[in-house]
């Protein structure tokens, strides 16, 4: 009975000490939960770590500016929304997009009556050598969403340094399982 009182313990501390979410509205149609201290990217800040030919819908950071959650539309459109297609396609470009990725997790779920493909990751990118000051690797956790629609691709994701993966994976999938798109 005692250990069954510590872990009813540890499981309700962990549970109260995760971030409090709150739902913000994205764009119309989409709203989604994000930790209360989130608060929107600065536009330099979206220049230097979100680098794509298309600005995100939305994009928000934490005090410390090093925790990630963003939306964004996919170049990539899937006329037929064929996820079993559009799954190989998106888990390669993964791969292509960092020097190392581990799967975690993968897979196809549903949220709020809605398929979304999803990756949970670790990537690797090696420093730069010629550069001292970017020589050390950037090793992240990322669990990223995609809602694959006919001609629309919804991309979601949460990124955080490897080294907080334990503090944030939770709330990350939490936060993931929190996305509306009507």
Not at 58 to 77: E, G, K, W
Not at 164 to 174: F, H, L, R, S
Request: a neutral charge.
């Amino acid at each position: 009975m005692r250990y069954l009182l510590i872990i009813f313990l540890f499981t309700a501390t962990a549970f109260v000490n995760g971030p409090k979410l709150v739902k913000t509205k994205i764009s119309d149609g989409i709203t989604v939960a994000i930790p209360e201290t989130f608060t929107p990217m600065l536009p330099d800040d979206i220049v230097q770590r979100l680098p794509s030919v298309r600005a995100p819908l939305a994009a928000y950071t934490n005090p410390d500016r090093d925790i990630d959650f963003s939306v964004n539309i996919s170049a990539t459109q899937w006329p037929d929304a064929n996820l079993e297609l559009a799954g190989k396609f998106f888990r390669s470009g993964l791969q292509n997009l960092y020097d190392q990725v581990d799967f975690i997790n993968e897979g196809v779920v549903e949220i709020h009556g809605k398929q979304y493909l999803f990756f949970e990751i670790e990537s690797r990118t090696n420093g730069l050598r010629a550069n001292e000051s970017q020589r050390a690797p950037v090793i992240k956790y990322t669990y990223i969403q995609y809602l694959v629609e006919k001609n629309r691709t919804l991309v979601f994701s949460f990124n955080c340094p490897s080294r907080v993966k334990e503090d944030w994976q939770e709330t990350a999938i939490q936060v993931m399982k929190s996305v509306r798109v009507k």
